[in-house]
């Protein structure tokens, strides 16, 4: 034990060593992050300004897309700067917090997605019943509950990772901090801490899976008996954002762990950090009619606005 250093700082995997690949690095990784920032703030503003749309799902969607600003904006920004500064140094607790954030972020996310998924079934196939069941203090509990069971999640991992003694190299194969890129620098062969978190998680995973799947399964069955689409365009997009993020997410997670870098690895953890919070916005506002036409109403409202600005001011 006496070789050991007390590590301070760990240095995060860069996307290339070529500065122009640096460069389109960041300004891609900008671009998706401003689509996805603009996206979910116009869509927890046209929820937020409407009364009508203080139903049970838009309220979800509200929470779903605080959380998605929140996921893409722990991962992308620092990786942004990273490229551009040539610096890929993160302080030891920076990178707790980032292993913090990133898994309750993340597990508010799927457990959110899961109650979403249970609002859509009693909406399609109970609708009968839906305000008794899905009213205010109960949607609230579930909103809680969600965010809550993230971050139980994410200081189980943070407190068992960082349990570990580190003794080098201090190069994390990722470009955020995460398990089992830490693991891969443990100098520690005992995991024993971090595979009951990442069991405990796993268990929760496949409870919202299994969550997830009945609910769908009774939302196509009754989808098939209505001769019109509708129910499907209330189905399908949440089914597709539940897909890319959990499916992206599992084999980033489960797949065996290698002693070298991974472009494989990189491209998995880009699609379940950085891709859902950007492809919600597109799903919600370009799948939704409500949506599309708070839109306009908004945009005829500030043109309308604008108008009597300039006569009132020639």
Same mark, same amino acid.
């Given at each position: 034990m006496s070789n050991l250093?007390?590590?301070?700082?760990?240095?995060?995997?860069?996307?290339?060593?070529?500065?122009?690949?640096?460069?389109?690095?960041?300004?891609?990784?900008?671009l998706i992050y401003l689509m996805a920032l603009m996206g979910n703030l116009l869509i927890f503003t046209l929820i937020s300004?409407?009364?009508? *749309?203080?139903?049970?799902m838009y309220f979800f969607l509200k929470n779903l897309s605080v959380l998605?600003?929140?996921?893409?904006?722990?991962?992308?920004?620092?990786?942004?700067?990273?490229?551009?500064?040539?610096n890929y140094s993160i302080c030891y607790l920076g990178c707790v917090l980032h292993l913090f954030l990133v898994i309750l972020f993340a597990g508010s996310e799927i457990s959110l997605l899961t109650v979403m998924s249970y609002d859509r079934y009693i909406a399609i196939c109970q609708p009968l019943h839906y305000e008794t069941i899905m009213f205010k203090g109960s949607c609230v509990r579930m909103a809680v509950a969600s965010w809550f069971g993230g971050g139980v999640v994410g200081a189980m991992y943070s407190a068992s990772t960082f349990s570990l003694p580190f003794c080098g190299p201090k190069e994390i194969h990722q470009f955020f901090c995460d398990v089992p890129s830490l693991l891969r620098i443990?100098?520690?062969?005992?995991?024993?801490?971090?595979?009951?978190?990442?069991?405990?998680g796993l268990a929760l995973g496949i409870f919202c899976c299994i969550s997830i799947i009945i609910s769908y399964g009774h939302i196509f069955s009754t989808v098939l008996k209505i001769p019109a689409t509708e129910g499907q365009s209330k189905a399908l997009p949440h089914l597709v954002v539940f897909i890319v993020f959990i499916i992206t997410g599992a084999m980033a997670y489960l797949k065996p762990p290698l002693n070298s870098d991974s472009v494989l690895d990189l491209l998995l953890s880009m699609f379940y950090t950085v891709v859902p919070p950007a492809l919600n916005p597109v799903i919600y506002s370009l799948r939704n009619k409500?949506?599309?036409?708070?839109? *306009?109403?908004?945009?005829?409202?500030?043109?309308?606005?604008? *108008?009597?600005r300039k006569k009132s001011f020639p």
């Open positions: 250093t007390i590590v301070t700082e760990f240095l995060l995997m860069g996307f290339s060593k070529n500065w122009e690949l640096q460069v389109l690095h960041a300004m891609f990784f900008l300004l409407n009364r009508h *749309r203080h139903t049970p998605d600003i929140c996921l893409i904006s722990v991962t992308v920004p620092k990786s942004i700067v990273n490229s551009l500064s040539h443990s100098c520690s062969e005992k995991h024993i801490a971090v595979y009951v978190s990442v069991a405990i409500d949506m599309k036409t708070a839109l *306009r109403k908004l945009s005829t409202w500030k043109y309308s606005s604008e *108008r009597l």
